[in-house]
Structures are given as structure tokens and as C-alpha cells.
């Protein structure tokens, strides 16, 4: 897939993989680079920028004979946020599918 | 590439961020690596799976701490106070020292005058309790009692105006070290740079 059109949703992605439920990161890494072809790794300084950005938090939680996991979720915001994203790129979707079938935006 | 190159490179790559920020990137791939082992994978699958640390850490641009930039900063720091240092030595050698090494030919030869003022009123005291005594060859005062009163009320007046010399050029020596002191801890503080 084209690197460009990765680069811009990204972000969009790994929100939505949140909405439904927490995640940590090693499921959030396989989930993202199964469906598109990204390296796993690419998905934690998305995680990281959507934490800052204050659309995602964190927890720790027991795991089963190792170490606390990190768990990601979406806060309020975040919620908001994909909800927004996930408008505007179906508009976008709509529009560019048009304009590359050689047709014009609605005048 | 096995785990542990995969975080030495990684910490290599992200060495722009503060260490905090570091420190909590690496844990999140070291916990990545956990898991991915816990599901039957060796480190190196995990590590290729993740891909290369030097694209992975360029999508952390945004975390460049650039308010404590250590390469340029540190070197500029550096520089500056060679500089500093450079023109203090210039400034010291062609005039601070030399101001400074008249400054003190003055005050020595100073107390040259308490000094010998207080030697003459005690050669004269001397001369006069000590008959035919030729300390001052030319001031050989003979046994007369007028010319021995003479003597001896020029001595300790002589000492008298040497003590108060003397108190005088303590002021004036204080005054000396208290510019001395003030000259170096200038060019110290110029070398700091504070």
C-alpha cells in the first residue's frame, strides 16, 4: 500500500482499534500490521503522540506470571475525536474516489 | 537482529530525547519483546517484526527535547569561555599586571617612608642614651645635656609620626589586597560567565 495514504490515517486507525475495547500494545501492533503492511514497531509512536495529544491513556494491569502490561484506552477526547476523523475521511474517500473516475465535485 | 541490539540501537537512535522520554520508549518495546516471546517467537522474528530502529525513531521527531540540545549548546558554552579566558590573559598581561605591579612598586616604596622615618627617630633616640655611639656619622651628637635633650625629643617624635605612618599605610595596604582580591575574583567571574 502506498506510504502516503498510510501516513495520514494512521492515527484514525489505531484510535478505532481502541473504540471497542482497551488494548495493550503488543495486540495493538499485530491488529495494525495485519491489516495494513506497516511494521509492528510503527505503532507506538503513534500511541505515544495520541497520549500527548491527550486522546489516549494508559494503565498498568497483573498479568498472569510476569510483569504489569500496559494497557491503552481511549479517553473522552479520543472517543470524540475518532468519532470527527472517521467523518471526514469517509467524505474524503467519497470525494477522491470521484475526482479518480474522472468525475467533478458537485456544483 | 537479536533484542538486545535492537535496544542499543534504539537508544542510540533516540539520543536527542530526554532520558525519561528514552527510558520509557525502550520499556514499551521490551515489553513488546516479552510478549512476543511468551507467544512462541524468537527475539529475532520479534526484533524484524518490529522493524529497523533508525525509521522507527525518526517517527519520534516530535518528542526532540530541544530546550536542553547538548551537542551545539555544550560546545558553544565551551568556546565562549576559551574566549573569555583567551582575552583575560591578553588584558592581563598588557595592562592588568602591569597596572597592578606599579600599584605595588608605590605601595612598597611607602612604607619605605614610615620605615626610615621611624630607624632615624631611633638612631637619634640611641645616639643619645649611648654616648659616642657612631650610628649616623654625620649626626655625632656630643655629651652636650642641651643637644641630648634635642635628641632625645626628636626620636620619639620621629617615633610618634612613624606610628601614626604606620596606622596610615595599614589603610592603604587593606585598601591594596581589597583591589588585588576585587582584580581576581573579576576575572574569575569573568571566566564563569554568570
Partial sequence: ?107 | MNKVKFIKLMNRELHLLKKSERDEILAEFEEHFRTGMENGKSDEEVAAELGKPSELAIQYKDEIDFSQLSGGEKAAKISRKFLVAFGLLLFNGIIGIPVIASIFSVWVSLWTVPLSTGVTGLALLAAAIIPNLPIIPTLYIGFSSATIAVSILAGISLIGLTVLMGIGMIYVSKWFFRLVAAYVSGNIKAIKGE
Fill in chain 1, 1 to 107: 500500500m502506498n506510504i502516503q495514504f498510510k501516513k495520514g490515517v494512521l492515527e484514525l486507525c489505531v484510535l478505532s482499534l481502541l473504540v471497542k475495547s482497551d488494548r495493550y500494545g503488543y495486540e495493538l501492533a499485530n491488529s495494525l500490521a495485519g491489516s495494513i503492511s506497516i511494521s509492528d514497531g510503527t505503532v507506538y509512536p503513534i500511541l505515544r503522540k495520541l497520549r500527548k495529544d491527550g486522546l489516549v491513556t494508559t494503565y498498568l494491569q497483573e498479568s498472569s506470571g510476569g510483569p504489569p502490561r500496559k494497557y491503552y484506552k481511549l479517553t473522552k477526547i479520543g472517543i470524540d475525536e475518532q468519532s470527527a476523523l472517521k467523518g471526514e475521511w469517509g467524505d474524503f474517500v467519497v470525494k477522491v474516489s470521484t475526482l479518480i473516475n474522472g468525475g467533478e465535485d458537485d456544483e
